[in-house]
């Protein structure tokens, strides 16, 4: 059976950094493209960084780039991600799937309407971010 867990989240000030971890068992995550979403109240779930299988190569969506880094540690079949400068509109709750149809990364940035979102998989429970002062 295959599960995802992030752990990591928290309540913090604007201009702090927070270091988000995915923890995979049942399924390897060096063969797959891993995704990091998040959904905010209201809002949709959109997609906000990728790590690719093929290459590692690393994608971002517009509202977090320079700000937030993704990586993994095939060793710990785990993914992080590096959230630095965080603002108000970063709270939500954060996920990570796995894209089970490629080892490449769609674009980030990406929603619940997109035909993309659908190849992900194995979503576990979130870890729950919040900004403000």
């Known amino acids: 059976q295959v599960q995802f867990v992030e752990s990591g989240g928290g309540s913090v000030q604007p201009g702090d950094s927070l270091r988000l971890s995915c923890a995979a068992s049942g399924l390897f995550l060096q063969y797959y493209a891993i995704a990091w979403f998040r959904q905010a109240p209201g809002k949709e779930r959109e997609g906000v960084s990728c790590?690719?299988?093929?290459?590692?190569?690393?994608y971002y969506a517009d509202s977090v780039k320079g700000r937030f880094a993704i990586s993994k540690d095939n060793a710990q079949n785990t993914v992080f991600l590096q959230m630095n400068s965080l603002k108000p509109e970063d709270t939500a709750v954060y996920y990570c799937?796995?894209?089970?149809?490629?080892?490449?990364?769609?674009?980030?940035?990406?929603?619940?309407?997109?035909?993309?979102?659908?190849?992900?998989?194995?979503w576990g429970q979130g870890t729950q971010v919040t900004v403000s002062s």
């Open positions: 799937a796995a894209d089970i149809m490629r080892r490449s990364c769609p674009p980030m940035g990406l929603t619940t309407t997109s035909p993309l979102y659908n190849e992900f998989r194995y």
């Open positions: 790590i690719s299988a093929s290459d590692g190569s690393t």
